[in-house]
Every structure is written in structure tokens, then in C-alpha cells.
């Protein structure tokens, strides 16, 4: 078969990994030579966004690989990158995968390319405030961050809330995601309302987190997991206040209670721990009338497995 009519993207990207793969080459950079040659002459004949994107695939294998650190294989590969990128190219998903397993200058350039090209692509954004994050240049990170805040992911919200958590920036992160002029929509609080309780309790007070926790609740900008967070914070202290935990719960159980069978399990156990094994039995029952008919039934058939549960409940 002839090479130079060829137009099935397979044929080429064969050609070109088994030169990369040839070990008879005495050249130690010939592979990358030839593999690279192989790639440009597929790209005159079938200039594809399947043979674009076979071409960078390996190219993005190259840099990853951990013994590339020789300037030429650098150059060589840096040149072919950019190359694609002058040619449009290039989609988001390849300037993230390249800035993921490039290394030191070669990430710059990469990042600058991205951002030329798709300058308003959250993904591309993201991956450049994480690398700056890495890079020494956190405060620049954080200054795209706050310009974006409105629009990243709860994702990069939590990667900038565990960098900064214990400087001063983070009340003003906190401050964004849960304040009067919050820039938060309620998906985003949901992911980062057990942080910021933990934050609260450790920074403020207890009675901080009780309140968030209300607010949140009432809000609906929570999820089931902050009771269990605000649980925990509440029986690591000296002395406990039951009904203020019985307090979290029924609120808890008020929004989530039909279909988190988790939530009523947890519950039981606190009053078997803490609180009071009378409770027990009504708690259950409680929790068979207030749940789903599906999860109420798998809730009967998880406390039946448990024997001690069961006479408790069962009596």
C-alpha cells in the first residue's frame, strides 16, 4: 500500500509509533526525529482532527515521560507543539493534558498558547491557576482566582480553600463563597459548606458553625454530610450538648430525611452513644414512616441485619 495516498489516520499513527519504538537508531534522539517526521508527512496527506489529535497524543506522551530532559528532545517537541497550536489545532482538552505533563519553561509557553487561543475556557484557566499555585506565583493565583470566583468550579474552590487555609486570604475566600455578597451558587456552597463549618469552629467558635449550619440548612445550600460534620465537631467537645445535636439531626432529617437512609443510621447511633437508647426505638420508627418505600424498606432490612439494633428497635 502506498504511504504517500494513504488517508486512514491508523496507518500513520502506526508508522509513527513504531519509529518511536525502533531501538536500532545509535542516534539516541533519532525515534523522535523520525516519529516526529512521520506525524508531519501524515498531516500534508490527511490533515484530520483524528490524525490532529493522534499526532498530539503522543506528543503529550513524549513530555510526560520522565526521561525527557534533554534541551533538544525540549526544543524539538516544543516546536512541533507550536506548530499546531499556529494551525488552530489545538482544543482545550490538549492544551490541558499538555500543561499537565510538561515541565518548566515549556508549561509557560504552553500556558501563554492556551490562553491565546481560548481565553474566556474555564478548564484552560483552572489548570493555570493550579500551576501557578505550584509555581511560586500563588499570589497571582489568587488574584485570577477572585476575578473568576463567580464562574470556576467547586473543584478549584476547594484546591484554593486547602492552599490558603491557614493565611490570611482565607477569610476573604469564605467571605466570597458565604457572605452578604456571596458569588456562590448553591451547587458550589454544597461542596464547600463542611469546610467552612471545620473553619469556622477552629477560627470562631462553635457557635458560629451552629449558626452557618442553620443558614445553610434554610438556604438549602448544604447537603446531608454537614450534619455529620457538625455531629462530629459538636461530641469532640468537653461536654457534649445532646439536645443541641438532636437539634442538628431533626433539621437534617426535616430536608434529607426521605431518601438518606445514612442520615437515620447516624442518628440511631448517636442516641445509642450519647444521647438515649429510649429514643432508639422511636427514632426508628420515625425513620421507617419518614423515608421513601423503597429506602424505608432497605433501612428495616439493614437494622434487621444488625441483632443488638434490632431487639433495641424491635422489642
Known amino acids: 500500500m502506498s504511504t504517500t495516498f494513504n488517508k486512514n489516520p491508523n496507518y500513520w499513527d502506526t508508522l509513527a509509533l513504531n519509529e518511536l519504538y525502533k531501538t536500532t537508531y545509535s542516534y539516541k534522539n533519532m525515534n523522535i526525529i523520525k516519529c516526529v517526521s512521520r506525524y508531519n508527512a501524515a498531516l500534508s496527506i490527511v490533515d484530520t482532527d483524528e490524525m490532529w489529535d493522534k499526532y498530539l497524543t503522543t506528543m503529550i506522551k513524549i513530555i510526560s515521560d520522565a526521561g525527557i530532559t534533554e534541551m533538544y ?4 517537541i516544543k ?11 489545538l482544543k482545550p482538552n490538549h492544551y490541558i493534558r499538555l500543561i499537565n505533563n510538561s515541565k518548566g519553561s ?9 490562553i491565546e487561543a481560548y481565553p474566556n475556557d474555564m478548564g484552560i ?24 470566583a463567580n464562574k470556576v468550579s467547586s473543584a478549584m474552590w476547594l484546591i484554593i480553600i486547602q492552599y490558603f487555609s491557614n493565611r490570611p486570604q482565607i477569610r476573604h475566600i469564605f467571605n466570597m463563597a458565604f457572605g452578604d455578597k456571596s458569588v456562590c451558587s448553591n451547587k458550589v456552597k454544597k461542596k464547600l459548606a463542611n469546610e467552612y463549618l471545620l473553619w469556622l469552629s ?12 442553620l443558614l445553610l440548612n434554610t438556604n438549602n445550600s448544604c447537603d446531608a454530610s454537614l450534619c455529620k460534620t457538625l455531629v462530629t465537631l459538636e461530641t469532640g467537645q468537653q461536654i457534649i450538648d445532646v439536645s443541641k445535636i438532636r437539634q442538628h439531626f431533626t433539621l437534617a432529617c426535616m430536608q434529607f430525611g426521605k431518601t438518606d437512609i445514612d442520615l437515620w443510621i447516624e442518628r440511631i ?3 445509642l452513644k450519647y444521647g438515649s437508647p429510649k429514643l432508639v426505638s422511636t427514632t426508628y ?4 414512616t419518614t423515608l421513601n418505600n423503597a429506602e424505608s424498606g432497605q433501612f428495616a432490612e439493614i437494622l434487621k441485619a444488625n441483632s443488638t439494633l434490632n431487639t433495641i428497635c424491635n422489642p
Open 285 to 288: 420508627h420515625q425513620a421507617l
Open 79 to 89: 516546536e512541533s507543539i507550536h506548530c499546531a497550536h499556529k494551525k488552530n489545532k
Open 125 to 148: 484557566l483552572e489548570v493555570n491557576i493550579k500551576f501557578k499555585l505550584t509555581d511560586k506565583d500563588d499570589l497571582i493565583a489568587y488574584e485570577l482566582f477572585k476575578a473568576n
Open 202 to 213: 477552629k477560627n470562631k467558635s462553635l457557635n458560629h458553625a451552629r449558626n452557618a449550619y
Open 106 to 114: 515549556m508549561t509557560l509557553d504552553i500556558i501563554d498558547w492556551a
Open 269 to 271: 447511633n448517636f442516641e
Open 73 to 76: 528532545k525540549i526544543c524539538l
